[in-house]
């Protein structure tokens, strides 16, 4: 096997003739067996053996690697593996990009398609830091926001076409906090219909449960500090696409800009991905348990769960995919007040505003993760003031209940 440039030559070693030198130079590693994970580079350049190489190198990339920032071998790897799965079970390609937190994966796509005077066609009840970052870093550089209703497409097909500019249709499905889905084909045709692209929030979902790439959007965006990972300890996001040239432009935004995930984050998100399908299937599981009886139990008002035969969202959420998720939320009482009141008496779910780990976590949307969203429009969209957002561990599904009961009563 062939050993890394790393290990001190003896023309090195004869150069070294200071203790000082000696501290400041690499240590010497090899490898004789490959490992069986895969290692986490983290160097934040890579070394030509001469110049005419890194000259090939620069005039190749990306691909080659020069710098963590332009590209780095545990950063792409975990990338790929995403993409892979994003179109797993298909003939297509996938793309990936790993970046550091799921708001720079947002940021960089929207800000690779969009200029001033483009428009973002999109739901009132996205993740409150995704309408934030619309409405206050990209309306600086008039890119306006709209608000539309995903369910008559026939109007969303009049509005779009009468828009000028660059135009992209956004959308989280099921979205964060009321679990709303969206048809992800049907919106695919008419952004394609009108010269936009779709690109979708597979967040909540993951590409366990459904895969819109292969249902006709363009770009898929995580935040992969969620389920992808999926244990709270790293924080990166994805975008995944099926079009190389539509990649290539990311590439060129991310480089630019800096928002690379890095090669420790990315190895943890890899090392999550491996129980990715088990992990699920006991969240959903567990989802569908707790939605079922908390449905009866009094106290509880307003159940947002896709998995329940009766919920508005039940539909398309069956036709696209495979499992109903483990996000759910629910109205306790009728004010803020009483959602809090709630909140505080839960002994094993916690208070946490994130999502998607082992354990069961609770938030009050309005006073957390939706503070930030105008109060109309949280409201017109079913962000009430008594919502609770409740993100399904994998604990025991009776566990969950009786901590709910408990807090209840
Ligand atoms: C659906 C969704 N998308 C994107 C994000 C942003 O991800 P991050 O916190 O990794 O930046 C979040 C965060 O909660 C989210 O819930």
């Known amino acids: 096997m062939e050993n890394f440039a790393f290990k001190l030559s003896k023309m090195d070693r004869k ?12 240590a010497a590693f090899g490898l004789t067996t490959k490992p069986h994970k895969i290692p986490i580079v983290a160097s934040s350049t890579f070394q030509f053996e001469n110049i005419e190489q890194g000259i090939e190198i620069f005039q190749h990339q990306p691909g080659s690697h020069v710098y963590t920032r332009y590209g780095n071998p545990t950063i792409e790897a975990v990338a790929q593996k995403i993409a892979d799965l994003e179109v797993f079970g298909s003939s297509q390609n996938g793309f990936g990009l790993l970046c550091s937190s799921g708001m720079a994966a947002i ?13 973002i066609f999109t739901q009132g009840n996205l993740y409150g830091g995704t309408t934030e970052q619309f409405n206050r870093i990209f309306s600086k550089h008039e890119i306006s926001t709209r608000i539309v209703e995903f369910s008559d ?9 009468k828009t ?4 992209i249709i956004y959308i989280e499905t099921p979205a964060n906090p ?7 084909e049907a919106l695919a045709n008419v952004a394609h219909q009108n010269n936009a692209l779709l690109i979708v929030d597979n967040t909540f979902a993951t590409p366990c449960l459904q895969q819109p790439l292969l249902l006709g959007a363009d770009v898929v965006v995580h935040s992969t500090t969620k389920y992808l990972h999926g244990h709270g300890t790293s924080t990166g996001g994805a975008i995944i696409c099926k079009n190389e040239h539509l990649f290539k432009q990311f590439w060129e935004t991310q480089k630019l800009v800096g928002s690379n995930s890095n090669a420790f984050d990315a190895w943890l998100v890899n090392l999550g991905m491996k129980t990715l399908a088990l992990r699920m299937n006991k969240h ?3 989802a569908m348990t707790l939605a079922t009886k908390l449905a009866g139990l ?3 008002n307003k159940i947002h769960y896709p998995g329940l035969a009766n919920d508005s969202n039940h539909p398309i959420a069956s036709k696209q995919m495979k499992a109903f998720g483990a996000m759910l939320s629910f109205e306790v009482g009728q004010s803020a007040e009483d959602a809090i009141r709630f909140a505080n008496k839960l002994k094993l779910c916690k208070i946490a505003p994130s999502l998607g780990e082992t354990d069961s976590m609770i938030l009050h949307p309005v006073t957390m993760s939706h503070l930030k969203v105008p ?5 017109k969209y079913g962000i009430t003031d008594a919502l609770i957002r409740l993100s399904v561990g994998i604990e025991h599904a009776d566990d969950i209940f009786s901590d709910i009961e408990q807090a209840i009563n």
């Open 153 to 161: 497409l026939n109007l969303l097909h009049d509005t779009i076409q």
């Open 284 to 286: 959903c599981e567990n």
């Open 178 to 184: 009321t679990l709303q889905c969206i048809d992800i």
């Open 15 to 26: 150069f070294i003739k200071h203790f000082d030198t000696l501290c400041a130079t690499e």
């Open 164 to 167: 000028g500019g660059n135009k």
């Open 375 to 379: 109060r109309e429009t949280r409201l």
């Open 298 to 300: 009094q106290g509880i």
């Open 107 to 119: 940021h960089t796509v929207t800000q690779t398609l969009l200029k001033h005077g483009d428009t």
